[in-house]
């Protein structure tokens, strides 16, 4: 070790060195200190890397590679793999990452909130079966809290019958022998920890399908009445525009609202149960705010900003026979709202003749959509009494939005889905290899919107890519392979990966850490990014 003291270096010499100098190798005192002068020394310099390194760093020079990805390319892409990606990985022991503090904070106080709630279950009920088998539940949560806060290895996932079972354990087998909870990547680990604790309740006989979750979710959209009633008592009604406008004006006023909608499906993003468990009412409601002059004020904080070429994709899908659009989501409540407020209007105006919503399969990062939010959410808004303080003409107005989206979900223009893939560790780098046919599904599409900072993750690896990487580039094969969809990233940025903010990317995002320390994880920011990917092509797989 060398320690720094006036200028000076005061270097501690190795036994062995010591050993060499007393001419023998087997007898040598303490080891001694040499003060070396480096006043002469050039002075030291704070070297700024472009991006942290980790021990995963890949042996692939990624900032040389060519910002339209194509299959001369594919090869590149290939040799990056889930401990290993393209640039290097977030890791829990990071202590400059968010990582850091969600794998030795966050995760515990989430899953010492889910204990709690399966506690409070337990204490209503009264069949003692299912008491003795809730019991066992909670001590399996006891011992997934205690692998988490002892930073235990990696184990298999038991085989409870799922259909992700054999992706997780091939991942783990493959990628992650002996790894733990903070020296795994963090997508990975944090992943994990969600399966994890739906296995402690999917292997029981009564369980099976509980959602720990589930209180904060509806508590959540329950406090969101301002936002709600903004929204309902402007769409209630179908859309139309005036009569007396012309086609241009029409065309203008029908482009404004697409990007004000746009918006309000982007900043719904700002509820994340996961990150904002403690939120009182007031901080929601400034939050969820969805007035105009709101939105006008926060589009200057969406960093990479592909809204005009987002209007410019969209408004052609009126023209072809298709015309399906595709939203993975990604929160329940509120942010679930927002999505169906902006897919009415994608349906109501023509721009979209079909939607298709992919949620989870079971409890998933605290406030992911699975089918109970769906349908909790649409009969809340046509049967529920979840607002007591709402007028009659505001409860009214969210009756009528629920009973036309019900029906759009009876006629087919509305879809949920749930594939397996959604609920494992692998990012979307892989989707093509490890989920064939949801890729091809996916393909299908005349635009897939993935929602919120899980997905956005999950697309760019998670990575310390540099912030003027184009998002094309950033998410591999989900732009380069043949048969691509167009794919559009609508995040509110609440974790360390940032892409696609332009050429001059890098000095943004140095100049906010600088200023806005934190920046990263406050959900100020937001990115809306657009790649072309490669549609109409033939998808191949090897």
């Not at 979307?428 to 993935?450: G, I």
């Amino acid at each position: 070790m060398a320690e720094t003291t006036n200028g000076t270096h005061n270097i501690v010499n190795g036994d062995s060195a010591v050993a060499h100098a007393n001419g023998s190798p087997a007898t040598y005192s303490a080891p001694s200190r040499v003060t070396l002068h480096l006043g002469h020394m050039p002075s030291k310099k704070d070297i700024k890397a472009p991006w942290p390194r980790t021990p995963s760093r890949v042996g692939i020079n990624m900032s040389c590679h060519p910002r339209c990805p194509s299959d001369v390319h594919l090869d590149i892409f290939c040799q990056v793999d889930p401990n290993n990606p393209p640039w290097p990985a977030y890791r829990g022991y990071h202590e400059y990452s968010f990582a850091h503090a969600t794998m030795g904070v966050r995760l515990p106080t989430i899953l010492g909130k889910a204990i709690d709630d399966a506690s409070r279950t337990l204490n209503e009920q009264y069949a003692e079966d299912k008491i003795v088998d809730l019991v066992e539940c909670l001590e399996r949560m006891d011992a997934l809290m205690a692998d988490l806060s002892g930073n235990a290895k990696l184990r298999p996932i038991v085989d409870d019958g799922e259909g992700d079972v054999a992706l997780w354990n091939k991942e783990i087998a493959k990628y992650f022998q002996g790894k733990d909870f903070m020296n795994a990547p963090w997508l990975f680990a944090e992943a994990y920890k969600y399966r994890r604790l739906h296995e402690c309740f999917s292997v029981s006989k009564y369980w099976k399908d509980y959602d720990v979750f589930y209180r904060q979710k509806c508590d959540t959209f329950s406090r969101s009445t301002d936002a709600v009633f903004e929204l309902s008592m402007r769409f209630a009604e179908t859309f139309k525009l005036s009569e007396n406008l012309s086609s241009k004006e029409k065309a203008e006023s029908e482009r404004l609202m697409f990007l004000e909608l746009t918006q309000v499906c982007l900043w719904g993003n700002s509820t994340d149960l996961s990150l904002l468990i403690n939120m009182t009412e007031e901080q929601i409601k400034s939050l969820q705010s969805t007035g105009g002059d709101h939105l006008a004020a926060t589009e200057k904080n969406i960093l990479g900003n592909h809204l005009n070429q987002l209007w410019e994709t969209v408004k052609v899908l009126r023209e072809k026979t298709g015309g399906r659009i595709d939203f993975v989501l990604d929160n329940a409540g509120f942010e679930l709202y927002c999505d169906f407020v902006y897919a009415d209007f994608l349906i109501q105006t023509g721009l979209a003749k079909q939607i298709r919503f992919h949620g989870k399969r079971y409890p998933w990062f605290v406030s992911d959509v699975t089918r109970k939010d769906w349908d909790w959410l649409l009969n809340t808004m046509v049967y529920g009494h979840l607002f007591p303080k709402a007028s009659e003409v505001e409860r009214e107005s969210l009756r009528r939005l629920g009973a036309r989206w019900k029906q759009y979900e009876k006629d087919g223009r509305w879809q949920y889905e749930q594939h397996p893939f959604w609920c494992t560790g692998y990012t979307f780098w892989d989707l093509h290899s490890e989920a064939p046919d949801l890729f091809l599904h996916l393909s299908r599409s005349d635009l897939v919107f993935f929602k919120g900072d899980l997905n956005h993750r999950k697309l760019t690896y998670d990575c310390a890519a540099p912030a003027s990487i184009p998002f094309d580039v950033s998410i591999g094969p989900m732009a380069s392979a043949a048969g691509a969809p167009k794919i559009c990233s609508l995040r509110t940025i609440k974790s360390d990966v940032v892409v696609g903010l332009g050429d001059n990317g890098d000095a943004i995002a140095e100049r906010l850490d600088k200023e806005e320390p934190g920046w990263k994880i406050s959900g100020k920011y937001a990115v809306v990014l657009l790649s072309e990917g490669r549609p109409g092509e033939k998808v191949r797989f090897a």
